[in-house]
């Protein structure tokens, strides 16, 4: 699945994963960076536990998106910085 960062440095979380999650508008997050990765942890007071629909929903989202990466190049960072 691919996203894109608007000017004002914000990203939208798409719609599938905030169902699949039961995300709602006020949500707050944990953020981690670790390499080349960003990595958001949704807070909240009890951990959520997950059907199997839920888990074999996750895995078929993460099938489907395989393989959309755009590819990271000279010219695509290029492009990230230019203002």
């Given at each position: 699945?691919v996203?894109?960062?608007t000017?004002?440095n914000?990203i939208?979380?798409p719609?599938?994963i905030?169902?699949v999650?039961?995300l709602k508008k006020?949500?707050m997050f944990s953020i981690?960076v670790?390499?080349?990765?960003?990595?958001?942890i949704?807070?909240?007071?009890?951990?959520?536990?997950f059907?199997?629909?839920?888990?074999m929903?996750?895995?078929?989202?993460?099938?489907?998106e395989?393989?959309?990466?755009l590819?990271?190049?000279?010219?695509a960072?290029?492009?990230?910085f230019?203002?």
């Amino acid at each position: 699945m691919v996203i894109t960062m608007t000017s004002k440095n914000q990203i939208t979380i798409p719609k599938k994963i905030t169902d699949v999650l039961d995300l709602k508008k006020g949500a707050m997050f944990s953020i981690e960076v670790a390499k080349n990765r960003i990595e958001l942890i949704p807070l909240e007071p009890r951990e959520k536990i997950f059907s199997e629909d839920v888990y074999m929903k996750l895995d078929q989202l993460a099938v489907n998106e395989r393989g959309k990466e755009l590819p990271l190049n000279r010219k695509a960072v290029k492009k990230l910085f230019r203002k």
